[in-house]
């Protein structure tokens, strides 16, 4: 199994700040990870697939990049709505396992 | 509008079964493979069950192998979660989720509310 290694678990940061996420896989995934938003009490909300490409209506704010083991998801300008919990997803093998998940909050 | 609506969820008792439901609209569910993802309460997310579209591919997590079925009606756009021998660690909200493809990528998207299994004496 594909194990996904996300850092830091918990982030505390700024309205305004650059946040990065990193995700580390196992393995080599290629380009099969997607990056998801949770709030809570709210189910998951797709960011990014394909490591890099930004699914449509998510502000351009959000970035992804990486390839292979490893990949990030940048926030370049922390916004209130963005405090939330963030999860990386492998989709290149079965089990499609997620990261542990990256909580964001406010300083 | 597409919409993914998960039922079924409740109080259960150790050893005891439940079956879950997503009623999928505003999409040809015949189309996509469909999964199960579930959420223990405070913690991470964690994949259960994937669903071909023509149910010919099926896949569990070691976790839940051979106490679950997933199944599909695709003739009435709903997917479903057999859940047997129920431990207190299932307890979970479960999520239904569509896996698209666009140009070879593929991803989770929508996903539905969630619905709430609690195994507890």
């Known amino acids: 199994d594909i194990q996904l290694t996300q850092s830091p678990s918990f982030l505390s940061a700024s309205v305004g700040d650059r946040v990065t996420i990193t995700c580390r896989a196992s393995?080599?995934?290629?380009?099969?990870l997607a990056w998801y938003q949770q709030k809570p009490g709210k189910a998951p909300k797709l960011l990014i697939y394909a490591a890099s490409t930004l699914q449509s209506g998510v502000p351009s704010r959000f970035s992804g990049s990486g390839s292979g083991t490893e990949f990030t998801l940048t926030i370049s300008s922390l916004q209130p709505e963005d405090f939330a919990t963030y999860y990386c997803?492998?989709?290149?093998?079965?089990?499609?396992?997620f990261g542990q998940g990256t909580k964001v909050e406010i300083k | 509008e597409v919409q993914l609506v998960e039922s079924g969820g409740g109080l259960v008792k150790p050893g005891g079964s439940l079956r879950l439901s997503c009623a999928a609209s505003g999409f040809t569910f015949s189309s996509y493979s469909m999964n199960w993802v579930r959420q223990a309460p405070g913690k991470g997310l964690e994949w259960v069950s994937s669903i071909s579209s023509s149910s010919s591919y099926i896949y569990y997590a070691d976790s839940v192998k051979g106490r679950f079925t997933i199944s599909r009606d695709n003739a009435k756009n709903s997917l479903y979660l057999q859940m047997n021998s129920l431990r207190a660690e299932d307890t979970a909200v479960y999520y239904c989720?569509?896996?698209?493809?666009?140009?070879?990528?593929?991803?989770?998207?929508?996903w539905g509310q969630g619905t709430l299994v609690t195994v507890s004496s």
């Open positions: 997803q492998q989709l290149n093998s079965y089990p499609q396992t």
């Open positions: 989720a569509v896996k698209r493809s666009v140009a070879g990528m593929v991803m989770y998207d929508p």
């Open positions: 393995q080599g995934i290629s380009s099969y």
